[in-house]
Structures are given as structure tokens and as C-alpha cells.
């Protein structure tokens, strides 16, 4: 089991940036590939960006490429989210998820291919 635990979201205006942490505690966070996903009211959970166990590979969704980067710290079981030049419509709860890969360079961007979730931290962007 891994047990996966958010912090970082909050209120900020468009433009701004915020950085996103997900502390993982439990099994050997290194052979886990790592997500982050967003859901807004009303929409479906949607891929943010994921990155491989070895931090070698990440995949970004183009709705948030150029703006938001995904990276991971193996010494601290910590995985970040770099959130610069926030619009509105990145106004979601933000979940980190994780995948035992082994030693593969798989990175899924898929929901259903994420085993463990953390439970969310709330961002809002004003206009």
C-alpha cells in the first residue's frame, strides 16, 4: 500500500503560479510511476501530467504543456506539480496518483491504469 497525500493548492489570481506536493509514505515509492489528475464540478477526472519512477519520462496534457511541470524527488517520496501562468479554467481539485511499475519507463495517463489516490487539494484561479 501506498498512501498518497496532497498539499499546496489554494486561491490565486490569473497569472499566477502555484507548486503542488505529493507525499508518499508506505511501499517503495522509486518503482512507481506518478500522475497528477484534475477534476472540475461537473467534468471528468482529466490528466495533468505523469512522470516515470526513475523521473527520466513525463508526459504533460496539451491543455496545461508550456505552463505546468511535473518532477519527483525519490530522497524525499515527493512528487511536484509546477503551476505557472494559471487561468480560470485550471480551477480543480488536483489529485496525485500512483502506479507500481517495476522498472519499466511507463508512464499511463490513463485514471483506470492508477492503483493508489491521494484524496485532493482544492485549486482555485480568479479571474
Known amino acids: 500500500q501506498v498512501q498518497l497525500v496532497e498539499s499546496g493548492g489554494g486561491l490565486v489570481q490569473a497569472g499566477g503560479s502555484l507548486r503542488l506536493s505529493c507525499a508518499a509514505s508506505g511501499r517503495t515509492f522509486s518503482n512507481y510511476a506518478m500522475g497528477w489528475f484534475r477534476q472540475a464540478p461537473g467534468k471528468e477526472r482529466e490528466f495533468v501530467a505523469g512522470?516515470?519512477?526513475?523521473?527520466?519520462?513525463?508526459n504533460t496534457a496539451d491543455s496545461v504543456k508550456g505552463r505546468f511541470t511535473i518532477t519527483r524527488d525519490n530522497a524525499k517520496n515527493t512528487i511536484y506539480l509546477q503551476m505557472n501562468s494559471l487561468k480560470p479554467e485550471d480551477t480543480a481539485v488536483y489529485y496525485c496518483?500512483?502506479?507500481?511499475?517495476?522498472?519499466?519507463?511507463?508512464?499511463?495517463?490513463?485514471?483506470?491504469?492508477?492503483?493508489?489516490w491521494g484524496q485532493g487539494t482544492q485549486v482555485t484561479v480568479s479571474s
Open positions: 512522470i516515470s519512477w526513475r523521473g527520466d519520462r513525463s
Open positions: 496518483a500512483g502506479r507500481l511499475v517495476g522498472t519499466t519507463t511507463w508512464v499511463p495517463v490513463a485514471s483506470h491504469d492508477y492503483n493508489y
